[in-house]
């Protein structure tokens, strides 16, 4: 396989399904809601962009606190793997115009709440604004200058080899952990392991209050109050703080790295896409977080069409 020429952005759009969607396993039925919106992939490639190419496309560069924050968010988007680029093409002739709004239709809104029915966002359960599948650039200016930045070079491939790296990129076992699952499983390992640096008696306690019944909010506030009634209150107060932090906009964003530096004290961390999902989800709204009030996540509301594939009912 010989690398192509530069692609014409007069007459293509830069697209890429980011490493979420690739992590998912569903970015052949991403290709394939594009190509039933009348767009062809004219050529493809795997890219990892750096944070420094990341950074350089979005603006996120790290000058006040909120970017600094963005910044992390598509770091952690990235560092979740290979991203696939393509450039598509449009079937249909349609006016410039017409084609870049089509797309940008078909593509969905960010943040997802909105995005319409129909959409690949809204129809593939984007979780949120940074984990959202896929991005499509708005024209052909914008493709030029974002493809210079992110996948530079003469190393496209001819849209006929598109199948082969779909295939070689699905995951075996496709992500399906969703912003509820994410957070109900870092709580759970941090409550099944704090008693370990604190006495044995408070760690009986959380583990009675753990499993006193079904409903989530009773039985962390138990545990909350197993917590401050330990013999060192002091010490446990950090990781009452992590149990109350529902890792959404609505409360003060939680620094990740000295999170994963205080679980570490328990033993435990966080896997790529755990640290993806709470780094995002702490400054993009899910639009369905987990919550103690019993708001649903994604994948509550979705359905298994095949094998890697969830879709809105």
Avoid: Y
């Avoid at 560092?79 to 450039?87: E, H, R, Y």
């Avoid at 493709?143 to 491939?157: D, Q, T, V």
């Avoid at 962390?220 to 009452?240: C, I, K, Q, Y």
């Avoid at 987990?290 to 890697?308: E, F, H, I, L, M």
Wanted: glycine share 8%; aromatic share 4%; with cysteine.
């Amino acid at each position: 396989m010989t690398g192509l020429s530069t692609p014409d952005w007069d007459t293509a759009l830069f697209a890429m399904i980011t490493p979420d969607a690739i992590a998912r396993g569903v970015a052949r039925a991403i290709v394939d809601r594009l190509e039933a919106g009348g767009f062809t992939v004219g050529r493809c490639r795997v890219i990892a962009p750096s944070h420094d190419q990341v950074d350089s496309m979005t603006g996120a560069q790290i000058t006040g606190r909120g970017q600094v924050f963005r910044a992390r968010a598509l770091h952690a988007l990235f560092d979740l793997g290979p991203s696939l680029a393509l450039t598509l093409v449009d079937t249909r002739s349609r006016p410039i115009g017409q084609r870049d709004s089509d797309a940008a239709r078909l593509k969905g809104a960010a943040p997802p709440a909105p995005a319409q029915p129909g959409s690949i966002r809204h129809g593939l359960c984007a979780l949120n604004t940074v984990l959202s599948l896929l991005h499509i650039a708005d024209s052909g200016t914008d493709s030029r200058r974002e493809s210079a930045i992110l996948a530079p070079g003469n190393a496209w491939l001819d849209g006929r080899h598109l199948d082969s790296l779909l295939e070689l990129l699905t995951p075996a076992v496709p992500e399906r952990r969703g912003h509820r699952e994410v957070v109900r499983a870092v709580h759970g390992r941090l409550i099944a392991t704090v008693g370990c640096v604190l006495d044995p008696e408070t760690a009986a306690r959380l583990l009675e209050a753990s499993s006193a019944g079904p409903a989530e909010e009773p039985r962390l506030a138990g545990v909350l109050t197993a917590l401050e009634e330990s013999a060192d209150p002091e010490r446990a107060a950090p990781f009452a703080r992590l149990l109350r932090h529902d890792f959404t906009t609505a409360g003060e964003p939680i620094d990740i790295d000295s999170m994963e530096l205080l679980l570490g004290t328990l033993g435990v961390g966080l896997d790529a896409w755990e640290r993806a999902v709470l780094e995002t989800s702490q400054h993009f709204h899910p639009p369905h977080a987990a919550n103690r009030k019993g708001a649903r996540d994604a994948s509550t509301v979705a359905v298994d069409r095949s094998p890697g594939l969830t879709e809105r009912r």
